[in-house]
């Protein structure tokens, strides 16, 4: 089985920076700049709280999108409460383990980062969420809600939230089993670990609105993705509401 259709589809879906006339060569030197230091470093995340949080149905009724931020840091347990809704383990017996979203055939080639930006008790910077202890791992330091913004069509609301999930997928890990139908699956699984998110937002009162219109090449290379096997597929904004 190859995945040369779901890998032209994702290529040919991509929003390009050239029809927008902006100058992409500038854009592209300032996402460079950014990446102020590589740096390797774990930080742990506030255990999940599982018995606290407003019934289902008042949060599911309350979600909205929204794109006003107030400045106001997010606390860092709110930050790890998202995560665990979005992409944490909820089940683990041995090596095998399930997460709070479902995925097609427990693949998770779904990987979530962050940046964050406005949080109490956590350096602003990139970061990847390791599941399997519940933890962060710092690449860069930096605040990158500008370039960020820049790369998702100048939409602003992202440079002024506290935080931002970033959800991409690693294709090969579903094409190892689904060939091209992965990727049809892949989008599924990051619907359901960003409406997770989306939840968990509303429930530590908190708003947040999804995007996915962006430059996808400008997004992969600020989180320094091997395109040939990994893609950025949706970001989320975080923050309290202004
Ligand atoms: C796949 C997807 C992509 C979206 N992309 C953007 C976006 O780039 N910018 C934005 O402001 N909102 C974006 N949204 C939010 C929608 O505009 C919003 O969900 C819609 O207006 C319905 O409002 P509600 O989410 O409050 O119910 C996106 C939503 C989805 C599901």
New binding site residues.
Partial sequence: MTEEIGKAFQDKTKYQREPYSQGHLEWQQRIEKLKIQMVDKSVSLPEPDFTDGKPVFQVISR?????EFARKPVPLPFVSQVLWAASGLSFRKGDFYLKTAPSAGALYPVETYLSAQLVDGLESGLYRYQAENHSLRMKYAGNFGPALASS??N?D?LSQAGFVLLFTAVFTKGCWKYGDRAFRYIYLDAGHAAQNAALAAVSCGLIC??????FDDEINSILDLNPAREGIL?LMAFGFPA
């Fill in positions: 979600r909205r999108s929204r794109r998702a069509l939409q609301f609105c999804p995007v996915a219109a962006f949706y």
